[in-house]
């Protein structure tokens, strides 16, 4: 089975910088994609940043700028550096991995972290 666990949330100020990590663990033939995600309180979960099995990335346009995303295939994990981090940025931070296939001829599926909360405040 395959599991992704994050790491690097916490709280901090605003203006200030964290680093979040995603390692997948198990065995993995490819991933297509990787990326971040975010959920505040009673909002939608959206997309933060994706880099694609190419290596192209894409952010969402109130990140763009501030955050950095990531990944060092041999370790299976994805980061995202986050700087000049603003109140609104405060939410619980997913990994995903998409379309991730375990052995040649399976057929890939989405993967999720279990999320890790980034708070923002003074």
């Known amino acids: 089975q395959v599991q992704l666990v994050e790491s690097g949330g916490g709280l901090v100020q605003p203006e200030g910088s964290l680093r979040l990590s995603c390692a997948a663990s198990?065995?993995?033939?490819?991933?297509?994609?990787m990326g971040w995600y975010r959920q505040a309180p009673g909002k939608q979960r959206e997309l933060v940043a994706t880099?694609?099995?190419?290596?192209?990335?894409n952010y969402a346009d109130s990140m763009k700028g501030r955050f950095t995303i990531s990944r060092d295939t041999a370790k299976n994990t994805v980061y995202l550096q986050m700087n000049s981090l603003k109140l609104e940025d405060t939410a619980v931070y997913y990994c995903?991995?998409?379309?991730?296939?375990?052995?040649?001829?399976?057929?890939?599926?989405?993967?999720w972290g279990q999320g890790t909360q980034v708070t923002v405040s003074s």
């Open positions: 198990g065995s993995i033939f490819r991933v297509n994609a």
């Open positions: 995903n991995f998409a379309g991730l296939v375990r052995r040649v001829g399976d057929r890939g599926r989405d993967y």
């Open positions: 880099i694609a099995r190419g290596g192209s990335t």
